[in-house]
């Protein structure tokens, strides 16, 4: 495993940008910003006309690294250390789990939190439980 | 002009993605690694995001739902259900599973993609197929007798 330095302000700024475009979005189109959701909805079947949206939405989200190694001529670390064999696993599970579960960390940890839902709630607990456990399984069992 | 607008709040969804840490696996790992706590390696920026992103949240979704309307559209969209049914645990236990294993949630993922990470593109397309075959299984009429369909939104 690789160690990363706890960064409480710049996670907070950050996190506080994510805030933002969760209520820049409720305010434009009415709707929350639940990146599975509107990752799901770029493939069919097709049950409303947020398409051109959801696809402008997820291009910005690539888009955000482009513009910071525009500007800043550089990138902060990302580092991947999972094999393409746990890369697609749990890429599978992710989806999955995600749109079974109506939600993820944004539409559920973030909007559903803020809107005192309690079915985000459940849902908040029971991801963060369920990852914990299954990093403590892949690192700590020996 | 709600599109270019979308796309703008995309991309500062993903710069807090990036300047929060979030983008960066290795960092969501060892949040989630609470076994790591008595070695001193547990990185606890992630509730930072966390508390950040709801304060914002809370306080802005305050003000706007006040609103008659949202800019673009005739009416808010907002989840109705306050039912604790077996897929709002079922689903957030496997998403979590994949979560802790590649250290990868659906918008860190698809902004991963703009590092131009080869490891990220297996994860994206991997993650949409997951996705594509949940609403697939959703909508099998067998299925459909019993429970609804959720809406992609619906949280």
Known sequence: ?????FT???SLVGGALIGLAAVLLMWATGRIAGVS????????????RQFP??????AGLVAAPLLVRFVTGSLPAQTIEASPAILIVG???TGFGSVWGSGCTSGH??????????RSLVATITFMAAGMATVLVMRHWN | MAIPFQFLI??????????SGMSNPAKVLNFLDVGGIPAGTWDASLAFVMAGAVAVTFTGFKRVLKLARPYFAERFYLPTRSDIDPRIIAGPAIFGVGWGLAGFCPGPALTA?????VSAVIFVASMSAGMVLARFIAHLPSLTRFVTPADPLDT
């Open chain 1, 109 to 118: 940890g973030v909007c559903g939190l803020s809107r005192l839902s309690a």
């Open chain 1, 53 to 58: 949206g959801r696809v402008a939405f997820v």
């Open chain 2, 10 to 19: 995309g991309l500062i969804f993903g710069l807090g993605l990036i300047v």
């Open chain 1, 91 to 93: 890429g599978l599970l």
């Open chain 1, 8 to 10: 409480p302000i710049a």
């Open chain 2, 113 to 117: 993609l703009g590092f131009g990470s």
């Open chain 1, 1 to 5: 495993m690789v160690s990363t330095s």
């Open chain 1, 37 to 48: 959701g509107i990752a799901a909805g770029l493939f069919p079947p097709y049950e409303d």
